[in-house]
């Protein structure tokens, strides 16, 4: 049976879960989170994006022709939120160049071990790490302000569509892919769902 992002979902329903559902999100979404913890979360995946950004660049440089398109709308959509990013920090003077904890560090250095991974290991953690924020913050329903804006950048119903075709892209290439590289798009997939998990925890230990 040839693996597909369905099948990593429903063989791994607690791993998902765990990366999905996280006191971080409930807390925002009832807006009792406190600025502290945001504000960490928020320098963090700052930096976390910018190395994204560079693991995006990687994934394309693999694809075959018929994926550029989508992989290309997701990197100018990177552009955009780089800039978000920026200006979010600026309006909570927030410095940007704060260190990474070592869980960002983490997750960064898995992405870049990646590098040389066949492409469709790629795609199934690049759908895996969007599908990751898409659901999160998608889950616990509307947030009251100031946190509507960053449930609505990862929720909103045009990404849900950009991960949908993530998927798509990651099912046609694991659809070629040999068993074994089938086997390393399913490790990466339950590393990405650990890393989202102690990603959100990552707030709470500034
Ligand atoms: C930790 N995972 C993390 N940050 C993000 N911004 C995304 C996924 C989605 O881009």
Known sequence: MTLTCDRLLSAYPEAWQAATVHPFLTQCQAGTIRPAQFNTWLVQDYCFVTDFTRFLGRTLAAAPDVDLDVLLSGLQALQDELNWFRDKAAERSLDLATPRQVTC???????????????????????AIEYAYNQGWQLPG??????????????????TDYVKLLAQQADAALA??????QQTATDAFLR???????????????
């Open 105 to 127: 560090q983490i997750y960064c250095e898995f992405m870049g071990s990646l590098v040389n991974a066949p492409y469709a290991v790629q795609a199934t953690a690049l759908w």
């Open 142 to 159: 509307p947030m009251p302000p100031p946190y509507d804006e960053f449930a609505e950048r990862w929720g909103n119903p045009g990404f």
């Open 176 to 181: 070629i892919a040999a068993e074994s590289v």
């Open 192 to 206: 990405v769902a650990a890393l989202e998990q102690d990603f959100w925890q990552m707030a709470y230990s500034a």
